[in-house]
C-alpha cells in the first residue's frame, strides 16, 4: 500500500460508515515498508477503535473484520508459492471440492483470461479455432470506448478487479491512477504480486486435478506506480462521495449480494461528470444474491435484466447518458471446456459539470 496514495484518497472507516459516521483512517503501525509501500502494518480509526490489517501489501479494509478473517482464514494463512510438484502432491491428495482446489480452479480461470495472451506457449497452443484469452482487455477497451471522453479530474475505481489486467489496462488507457479493489484474498493477492513484478506464475488446469505451472513476463507498459490493488466491499466503500472520476464493475453485478445498493455506492462515490462502466453476463446464483434481487432473472414481473439495469441506472436522476451494447466473454475451465456468456455492457454518467476535465484515454483497438 502506497502511503502516498493512502494519504490522498483519506479512506474511512467502514464500520462507522455502517454507523452513519465518516471517520478517517490512519496508518497505526508500519511493521515492513520498502520505498513508501507498506507491505506489512495496521490502519486504525481513533473514533471506535477499530483495526484493519496490511498483508502482503493489500489492506483489508471491509466492515465486519472479525467475520471475514473468520471466513477467509486459510486463504489469509497461505504463504508462497509452492513449487509446482509440491503443489501437485498436495492437490491430488487433498483432493477435489476442497479450499486449496477452489483457489487453483478459481486462478486458473481468471489468470488465463487476464493475463495469458502474454504467455508465448500459449499463443503457439492449442485449437486455432478455440477462444482465446483477453476477454477483460477487450471488455475495458469497449466500455471506454461506449463511454466516451472527458472525464473529470480523479482517479479510477475498478470494482472486483480480479487478478489485476483491468486495473493496467485502466492505467494505461486512462493515464491515471487506478485502485483496484476485491474481496477474494487469493486473486487480490495476486493481482498486487502480478502489477509489481510485472510477471505471471499461476497453475493452469488441463483437466481434472492436473494443473501446468506457467510462468512469463508481462510485456505490457502503464504509468509506474499507478495501479494498486486493496481489498474492500463495495457494499461498504471506505471512500467519501465525490472521490473517483470512474467507477467500473467487470463481471461483478451478478456477484453481490444487492446489486441495488451496489449501483448505488457506485454513484455516490463519482464526482459530478464522472463515468460508470459496468458489465455482467447476469449469471444469478442463489449462493450470493437473493432470487428476489436477480435483474429479470424470475419468469414473473420484468422484461429481461438489460431494461432492469438501464432503469436502475436512471433511478434518481443522478445518472445520465445511459449507452449500451452486449460482447462476447469467454472462460476456459480446463483443456477440453469453456464457457462462452453474452455479457451486457453499460456505462452510464453522473450527472454535474466537472470542475476540471480531462481526456478519458479513448480505448484502442
Not at 490522498?8 to 497505526?28: D, K, S, T, V
Not at 480523479?154 to 492505467?171: F, H, K, M, N, Q
Not at 455482467?280 to 432473472?297: C, E, I, Q, R, Y
Request: charged content about 25%; aromatic content about 6%.
Amino acid at each position: 500500500m502506497l502511503i502516498e496514495r493512502f494519504e490522498r484518497l483519506a479512506p474511512i472507516c467502514p464500520a462507522c460508515r455502517m454507523r452513519g459516521a465518516e471517520e478517517p483512517l490512519r496508518i497505526a503501525a508500519v511493521e515492513v515498508e520498502r520505498s513508501d509501500d507498506v507491505e506489512a502494518g495496521i490502519l486504525a480509526c481513533a473514533a471506535c477503535g477499530t483495526e484493519y490489517p496490511i498483508l502482503d501489501g493489500v489492506p483489508v479494509i471491509v466492515p465486519d473484520l472479525s467475520r471475514y478473517v473468520q471466513d477467509n482464514l486459510f486463504y489469509l494463512l497461505i504463504r508462497g508459492e509452492l513449487p509446482a510438484g509440491v503443489a501437485g502432491l498436495i492437490g491430488d491428495v487433498a483432493g477435489p471440492g476442497n479450499a486449496y482446489d477452489v483457489i487453483r480452479q478459481h486462478l486458473s480461470c481468471y489468470v488465463w483470461d487476464h493475463w495469458a495472451d502474454q504467455d508465448p506457449a500459449e499463443a503457439t497452443a492449442g485449437d486455432p479455432g478455440a477462444p482465446r484469452p483477453g476477454a477483460i482487455v477487450r471488455a475495458v477497451a469497449s466500455g471506454l470506448d461506449l463511454l466516451g471522453s472527458g472525464l473529470p479530474e480523479g482517479p479510477v475505481l475498478d470494482i472486483g478487479c480480479g487478478t489485476g489486467r483491468s486495473v493496467v489496462e485502466l492505467a494505461a488507457r486512462t493515464g491515471r491512477e487506478v485502485l483496484g479493489i476485491d474481496l477474494s484474498v487469493p486473486l487480490a493477492r495476486f493481482a498486487r504480486d502480478a502489477i509489481g513484478r510485472r510477471r505471471v506464475a499461476y497453475d493452469r488446469r488441463r483437466l481434472g486435478l492436473a494443473y501446468e505451472r506457467r510462468r512469463f513476463d508481462i510485456g505490457l507498459a502503464w504509468p509506474a506506480g499507478s495501479a494498486e490493488i486493496w481489498q474492500c466491499d463495495l457494499l461498504a466503500l471506505p471512500f467519501r462521495h465525490d472521490s473517483f472520476a470512474l467507477a467500473a464493475g467487470f463481471n461483478v453485478l451478478d456477484n453481490l449480494a444487492d446489486p441495488r445498493a451496489g449501483l448505488a455506492a457506485m454513484e455516490a462515490v463519482l464526482r459530478p461528470g464522472g463515468g460508470a462502466v459496468l458489465c455482467a453476463p447476469f449469471d444469478w446464483s442463489a449462493n450470493v444474491t437473493p432470487p428476489a434481487a436477480w435483474l429479470g432473472g424470475l419468469s414473473r414481473g420484468g422484461s429481461g435484466p438489460e431494461p432492469a439495469l438501464a432503469g436502475l441506472l436512471a433511478e434518481g436522476g443522478a445518472l445520465h447518458e445511459i449507452r449500451t451494447r452486449d460482447i462476447p466473454w469467454h472462460v476456459r475451465l480446463h483443456d477440453r471446456s469453456h464457457v462462452c456468456y453474452r455479457s451486457h455492457l453499460a456505462t452510464a454518467r453522473r450527472r454535474g459539470a466537472p470542475e476540471d476535465t480531462l481526456p478519458s484515454g479513448r480505448a484502442q483497438a
